[in-house]
């Protein structure tokens, strides 16, 4: 997960708007309560609008691939390795710095099911919406749910996309192998960089 968080340094503007999938604007009850949520359309011209306007945006890198992973008792699953799209658009804006963050207890809140899964990867590619099942109906009590922030990413005149973006991943694997043993369930947990 990925965050340019206003409370990680003053720099960063304190107005955030929060994204979501393109196809949730479209439902017409829907679009109004992630209207009135905070969040906008996470297509390209309207995050410029925002960065252009002076907010930072909040970033799950993942996009909706990532709820689909199926849960796993031994490791936590992070989409990145191949996305980058959020630095070139902190590039285009003006090479806004990058405020990588990891979110711990979300991953096992529930236990997600393989079941469909095929058929659910289809649909998330056709429509892009992620449907997750779960095995159970209700989460799992956790002690926690922490979102660990970590230092900014800050552009450098002979960076490029490349650069940041392994930086970037740096950054995410440091945050969680270094916060993992605060959380009990995360003590033995590794992180998978797909």
Known sequence: MSMCHPQAFFSVPHETCKLAASVCFKVPLMREAYLWSGMIDAGRPTCMKALEHGFSLTIVVGGTREQLIPYSPTHDTALCKSRKGFIKL???????????????????????????????????????????????????????????????????????????????????????????????????RELLIK
Do not use: M, N
């Open 90 to 188: 902190a590039r285009d804006a003006g090479r806004i710095p990058i405020v990588p963050c990891y979110s711990f207890g979300e991953s096992i809140a529930y236990e997600t099911s393989d079941f469909l899964l095929p058929f659910r990867r289809w649909l998330q590619r056709r429509i892009g919406v992620g449907w997750a099942i779960a095995k159970t109906w209700r989460p799992r009590r956790l002690k926690d749910f922490v979102l660990v922030v970590g230092t900014p990413i800050e552009w450098e005149e002979v960076d490029t996309v490349e650069t940041i973006h392994r930086k970037y991943v740096t950054a995410v694997k440091d945050l969680f192998y270094e916060h993992r043993g605060d959380y009990v369930e995360y003590a033995d």
